[in-house]
């Protein structure tokens, strides 16, 4: 991550926090902003062309703006970017910045890899018990990989918890061809 994406994204996040805004409102805005930006090859020309000034991109913002309804604090982070010719990296500043909402409100990402698929019930358990694992709420992304045979594999951070099949097995391998 750039230096740059990690200033904007930690400066957001203090606006938010000191402002104590709605989060989840905010993170809805940002979607949508994000959605429009990822969705239009038109818009991301317009914003990238330097032939443009600024100050006109700023102008069309707030044009869009009247249909997206943003908060004033996400404007204004998305015309600083613009002012700065950083909203080529609009994308990678929404990242940081919900990857450090994230860590401030206590939460971890994990990733869980299972065999199968799991019913809804199945899912709150488990991400529940990694939560106790891992000391701290989880936001759990769940994926299905059918080598692993079976069990359950979870990175939490750098941490890897295995309790697959196939890792007890590799562990088990190991153990006998060592004596």
């Known amino acids: ?47 990238g062309n330097p032939a443009i000034p600024a100050t006109q991109k700023v102008r069309f913002l707030d044009t869009l703006n009247e249909k997206l309804e943003m908060r004033k604090e996400l404007r204004n982070l998305i015309a600083v970017m613009i002012d700065n010719d950083r909203i080529g990296q609009v994308s990678e500043v929404a990242a940081a910045y919900r990857s450090l909402l994230q860590e401030r409100m206590g939460i971890r990402p994990a990733e869980i890899i299972t065999a199968r698929a799991l019913t809804p019930d199945e899912r709150e358990a488990l991400t529940a018990e990694v939560g106790k694992l891992a000391g701290a709420r989880i936001d759990a992304r769940f994926t299905q990989d059918a080598s692993i045979l079976g069990g359950t594999v979870v990175r939490v951070g750098s941490t890897v918890y295995d309790g697959s099949v196939r890792g007890r097995l590799e562990r088990l391998r190991e153990t006998l061809t060592e004596g």
Do not use: C, H, P
């Not at 805005?29 to 991301?44: H, I, K, N, P, Y």
């Open 1 to 47: 991550m750039a230096a740059f994406v990690a200033r904007y994204a930690n400066a957001f996040l203090d606006v938010v926090t000191e402002a104590k805004l709605d989060t989840a409102a905010i993170d809805r805005q940002l979607t949508d902003f994000l959605a429009t930006w990822e969705g239009s090859r038109e818009l991301r020309d317009f914003f």
